[in-house]
């Protein structure tokens, strides 16, 4: 129940957002790495993968607009990319290019090794979607120290 003036005092006191842990402090930190896929079963494989890190966020997205959206919404050190979001799609390229001025490192993920080489020649790094020990790798160069 909200708190307003004028109740009883033994009534809880309303939830501060600011205390470590709440809403609001969850929104203004950076999360250090945000998985975009649109594979629900790889998202869960690497949401048990990467389940001790607390600031490590799994996004099942299916268009540009949602996978932007995510990332506005977790403000990420570094996100994981699929590069096919929509069958037969290259929502990845169009991706990239929108958030390219944000100071964010993108990961391509895509399992399709042409596509991985095109990332390449467009700087950005890419690792195989099930290489476990190379994703953690990553995600620990991400961490500040």
């Not at 003036?5 to 809403?23: F, L, R």
């Not at 699929?82 to 290019?97: A, K, M, R, S, Y």
């Not at 993108?106 to 095109?118: F, K, P, Q, R, Y």
Request: hydrophobic share 35%; net charge negative.
């Amino acid at each position: 129940m909200p708190h307003s003036e004028g109740q009883d005092s033994t009534d809880k006191p309303p939830i501060d957002h600011t205390e470590p842990g709440s809403t609001m402090e969850r929104r203004e930190r950076k999360t250090r790495a945000l998985f975009i896929n649109d594979n629900n079963d790889w998202l869960r494989a690497m949401g048990r993968a990467f389940r001790a890190s607390p600031d490590v966020v799994m996004a099942e997205c299916h268009s540009v607009e949602e996978a932007i959206a995510a990332i506005e919404a977790h403000q990420p050190a570094v996100v994981f990319l699929d590069h096919q979001l929509t069958e037969g799609g290259h929502e990845g390229f169009d991706i990239i290019e929108r958030v390219k001025d944000q100071g964010i490192k993108i990961i391509s993920t895509t399992g399709d090794l042409v596509t991985a080489e095109e990332y390449r020649r467009q700087g950005v790094d890419h690792i195989a979607p099930y290489d476990l020990e190379a994703l953690r790798a990553a995600l620990e160069e991400q961490t500040p120290e």
